[in-house]
C-alpha cells in the first residue's frame, strides 16, 4: 500500500473538486479533487506553487501529474522542494521527460521529481481508494487516471483525462475507446481543447502540412516551425524523416534550441514507441543523420545561424528569439509555419523580430496537427463512458462554452465548466436517471450575400420550437467561427443593456463613468452637488474632471 502525505484533516466531502487553473488560457490546470477525506491534487501547470498553498501546507495527501508538458506539470518541482515526502506520481516515460522543463535547473537530476506508477493495475492509495493508469496518446506517457473510492458499500468512480487524443500520432498511439468500455465512471474530467470543432483525420492533416512544405521549397522558400521542446517537435521530425516527399531529397532539416537534448532523451525512451516506429529505427536513424537524405543535424552555437540554413532548408526551434537569426540575417525567402493551437501566434511573432526584418522574404501561416481530439472525439469518448457529471477544462472560455452547449450532452450528463477558484460539488444520486432526450430536428436554409449583408434563410417551422423565443427574444444574434462551423446566439435583453451602457459612455466622454471621481458608482468629488450619491455611468456633471 502507497504511504500518503499526512495533512491537517478537513470536513468530510462527499465529491466535489477545486480549479486552482483550468487551462483557459496561459494559467496551466491544476485541479483538487475532494473525495471522502481524501484529498487529491490533478496535475500542477500553475506557474506559482504558493497559489496552491493554505497555512504553508501541503495542497494534496497526494500528487498526479497526466503528462509532461508545461502546462500540466509547471510547478512540479518547486512543489517537491517545498515538500519532499509528498507523494507525486506519473508514467514511466513522463517521469523522464520531466526534467526537460528545468533544464537550466542544476540540481534537477539530483531527486526523482515523481515515482513512478505501472499501467492497468488497480494501486491501493487506502484501504477504501485506489487508482489505475491508461494511456492517453497526445504525448508518450501521456495517462488518464480511474480513481475508484468505496463508501458505505458503493464504489465511486471518477475519470480524468488529461490531454488525450484518440488518434494514432506518428510517436504515440491513441488512446483506446475498447479499454474504457463498461467502465461507466461517476464522474469525468475532460479536456475541451478544440471545443465543438471538426477535424480532418490525422493523416489528412498530416498529407496537407508536407504538401504545403514540400510546395515552398519548390518555390524557393526554406521553412521554419517554431515547436516546443518536446511534443510536436520530435513528430515533426519523425514525419518528415519517413514521409515519401522526402525521401531521398536533398535537404538539410536543422535541430536548434532545447530541442536537440529533447530528441536525445527520445531515443533513450525508443523500447516505450510503437512497434511500428521501433522497426524504422532498425533501418536508419530516427533523428541524426548526416548520409541519408534527408540529413538532420544539430544546430550548435560554433557556427552563425544565418550561415547554416541555405537552400534549401527546414529549421524546427523552441526559441523565438533564434527567429531573427534566420530570417532577417539570411538573404533567403522564409515560410514560417506556426501550430494551429499554439499559444506562439502572428502577433507575439512579429513582436520579437518583426522591426529587424525585410516582410518581403517572410511568409507566416497556420497549420494544423492537432495533438488533441477534436469536438467529435470529444463526444465519443463521453458516449462511450457515460457519466453522471461531466467537467469540461483546458479550452478557451468560448470553446469549453461551445461543449457545454451542446443538446446532446445537455440532455444526458449534468455539465460543468468551472472557473478559477470556484469549488464544483459533484452530488452523486444512487441510480442516475437520465433526462428525456429533445428530438434533433435540422433545418436546412439559404444562404444569399447582398453587397454590404448576408442574409441566412430559416424555414417557419424553426419556430415551432419551444427554443425559438428565448433565441429571438431581442431579434438581433451573434455570429462567430467556431473551427470550420459558424455559429449563431441570439443576444438577451440583458446583453443589449450592457452593451448600450458601453456605448453610451463612449460617446459621452464627459460622463460620470469617465470622471476621475467616479468610484463603485458613486461621485466622490466635494465641490460636486452628487458627491455623495449613486450616479449613472453615463451621466454629467459641469465639475467633470477626466483621467489625465
Not at 500528487?63 to 508538458?69: K, Q
Not at 536533398?250 to 535541430?255: A, G, K, P, T
Amino acid at each position: 500500500m502507497i504511504k500518503r502525505q499526512e495533512i491537517p484533516s478537513i470536513p468530510q466531502i462527499t465529491l466535489s473538486c477545486y480549479p486552482f487553473g483550468v487551462g483557459n488560457h496561459a494559467e496551466g490546470v491544476a485541479i483538487l479533487l475532494n473525495i471522502g477525506n481524501y484529498r487529491i491534487l490533478m496535475d500542477c501547470g500553475v506557474a506559482d506553487v504558493n497559489s496552491l498553498l493554505v497555512n504553508n501546507q501541503p495542497p494534496a495527501n497526494w500528487v498526479f501529474c497526466s503528462h509532461a508538458h508545461q502546462d500540466h506539470a509547471r510547478s512540479l518541482l518547486a512543489l517537491r522542494k517545498k515538500f519532499p515526502k509528498l507523494p507525486i506520481y506519473t508514467s514511466d516515460v513522463t517521469a523522464k521527460l520531466l526534467p526537460l522543463n528545468w533544464l537550466k535547473e542544476d540540481s534537477i537530476n539530483s531527486f526523482p521529481i515523481a515515482q513512478v506508477l505501472p499501467w492497468r493495475s488497480n494501486i491501493s492509495l487506502e484501504s477504501d481508494l485506489t487508482v489505475e493508469l491508461y494511456p492517453a496518446g497526445h504525448l508518450p506517457g501521456a495517462a488518464c487516471f480511474l480513481f475508484r473510492y468505496i463508501y458505505n458499500g458503493r464504489t465511486y468512480k471518477i475519470f480524468y483525462t488529461g490531454d488525450f487524443c484518440l488518434s494514432n500520432l506518428q510517436l504515440v498511439e491513441g488512446l483506446s475507446l475498447d479499454s474504457l468500455r463498461g467502465l461507466n465512471p461517476d464522474v469525468l474530467i475532460v479536456e475541451g481543447s478544440y471545443g465543438t470543432a471538426r477535424h480532418p483525420h490525422r493523416r489528412q492533416q498530416e498529407k496537407h502540412l508536407m504538401e504545403r512544405i514540400k510546395t515552398a521549397l519548390n518555390n524557393q522558400l526554406n521553412v521554419i516551425l517554431p515547436v516546443p521542446t518536446f511534443g510536436l517537435g520530435q513528430e515533426l521530425l519523425k514525419l518528415l524523416r519517413s514521409h515519401h516527399d522526402f525521401t531521398g531529397i536533398n535537404l538539410d532539416i536543422w535541430v536548434d534550441g532545447d530541442l536537440p537534448q529533447a530528441c536525445d532523451l527520445y531515443l533513450e525512451l525508443m523500447d516505450y514507441f510503437p512497434s511500428n516506429v521501433q522497426n524504422f529505427a532498425k533501418h536508419q536513424p530516427l533523428f541524426w543523420d548526416d548520409k541519408i537524405k534527408p540529413r538532420m543535424r544539430r544546430v550548435t552555437e560554433e557556427n552563425p545561424r544565418h550561415d547554416l540554413a541555405t537552400f534549401p532548408s527546414i529549421v524546427l526551434t523552441d526559441k523565438l528569439s533564434h527567429l531573427e537569426a534566420y530570417c532577417s540575417k539570411s538573404k533567403e525567402k522564409w515560410l514560417v509555419l506556426i501550430p494551429g493551437q499554439s499559444k506562439i501566434n502572428h502577433h507575439s511573432i512579429f513582436q520579437e523580430f518583426a522591426k529587424n526584418i525585410d516582410h518581403k522574404h517572410i511568409i507566416i501561416e497556420n497549420y494544423l496537427l492537432a495533438e488533441h481530439s477534436d469536438g467529435r472525439n470529444t463526444t465519443q469518448l463521453i458516449h462511450n463512458l457515460r457519466p453522471q457529471h461531466i467537467v469540461f477544462i483546458h479550452g478557451s472560455r468560448n470553446y469549453l462554452a461551445d461543449l457545454t452547449s451542446l443538446e446532446e450532452l445537455q440532455n444526458r450528463y449534468q455539465l460543468h465548466s468551472p472557473a478559477v477558484g470556484v469549488t464544483v460539488d459533484l452530488p452523486i444520486g444512487a441510480q442516475f436517471v437520465q433526462p428525456k432526450v429533445i428530438p434533433q430536428t435540422n433545418y436546412e436554409g439559404e444562404l444569399n450575400e447582398t453587397g454590404a449583408y448576408v442574409t441566412i434563410t430559416l424555414p417557419e417551422q424553426i419556430t415551432r420550437d419551444v427554443r425559438w423565443q428565448n433565441f429571438a427574444d431581442t431579434g438581433l444574434v451573434e455570429a462567430r467561427w467556431q473551427g470550420e462551423e459558424l455559429v449563431l446566439r441570439g443576444l438577451s435583453q440583458r446583453e443589449l443593456l450592457q452593451q448600450n451602457s458601453l456605448l453610451r459612455r463612449q460617446l459621452k466622454p464627459e460622463s460620470c463613468g469617465n470622471c476621475l471621481y467616479y468610484r463603485d458608482q458613486y461621485c466622490t468629488n466635494n465641490t460636486s452637488p452628487l458627491n455623495g450619491f449613486k450616479v449613472p455611468v453615463d451621466g454629467y456633471c459641469p465639475l467633470f474632471e477626466g483621467f489625465v
